[in-house]
T-cell receptor
């Protein structure tokens, strides 16, 4: 399974963009990158996913490098409710393998 | 669209007692997953079902854990007997195409928080 590496924690000011990096240097050509977040005492919540192209939805943007070895999740205007653990996952054979994620704290 | 439903939400039991968790996946999702999440860690896969067949149970501790998915819809995860180290959140997820959007996705339930005392 392709492994991912994320910083353990990061802070962000409310209203500013939060850029969350993820390294996945062993990703295979047909493996997708998924991002989930988990707010305390809740199940993981889907944010966005992509294969090669950059993606955007109502929650976030996903920037994938051309060699696909890393990606960045962008929360354009962070709010206090975005405080959560964010997981970057490379999906292999329909299996999500979670790492430790990045704990994002949005500060007023 | 209803999400993945799990029950109970919380469970406290004494060690050596049995416990069971129930999961109802999103309608039409053929694949169902059970994960265990220890405090401060990411979820770890226990078992994956394709319809009623367990296609990946390599991480399921088979001496005390069992799971079933009769009729390929609802699923039950059981622990017998429970040990102190089994205290964790047990998450159920399902995957498939959304009837509304046609997008393939993975959806998690809210989990069952088990405390073994």
């Amino acid at each position: 399974d392709a492994k991912t590496t994320q910083p353990p924690s990061m802070d962000c000011a409310e209203g500013r963009a939060a850029n969350l990096p993820c390294n996945h240097s062993t990703i295979s050509g047909n493996e997708y990158v998924y991002w989930y977040r988990q707010i305390h005492s809740q199940g993981p919540q889907y944010i966005i996913h992509g294969l090669k192209n950059n993606e955007t939805n109502e929650m976030a943007s996903l920037i994938i490098t051309e060699d696909r070895k890393s990606s960045t999740l962008i929360l354009p205007h962070a709010t206090l409710r975005d405080t959560a653990v964010y997981y970057c996952i490379v999906v292999n054979d329909y299996k999500l393998s979670f790492g430790a994620g990045t704990t994002v704290t949005v500060r007023a | 669209e209803a999400g993945v439903v799990q029950s109970p939400r919380y469970k406290i039991i004494e060690k050596k007692q049995p416990v069971a968790f129930w999961c109802n996946p999103i309608s039409g999702h053929n694949t169902l997953y059970w994960y265990r999440q220890n405090l401060g860690q990411g979820p770890e896969l226990l078992i994956r079902y394709e319809n009623e067949e367990a296609v990946d149970d390599s991480q399921l501790p088979k001496d005390r854990f069992s799971a079933e998915r009769l009729k390929g819809v609802d699923s039950t995860l059981k622990i017998q007997p429970a040990e102190l180290g089994d205290s964790a959140v047990y998450l159920c997820a399902s995957s498939g195409f959304s009837p509304g959007t046609g997008i393939f996705g993975y959806t998690f339930g809210s989990g069952t928080r088990l405390t073994v005392v």
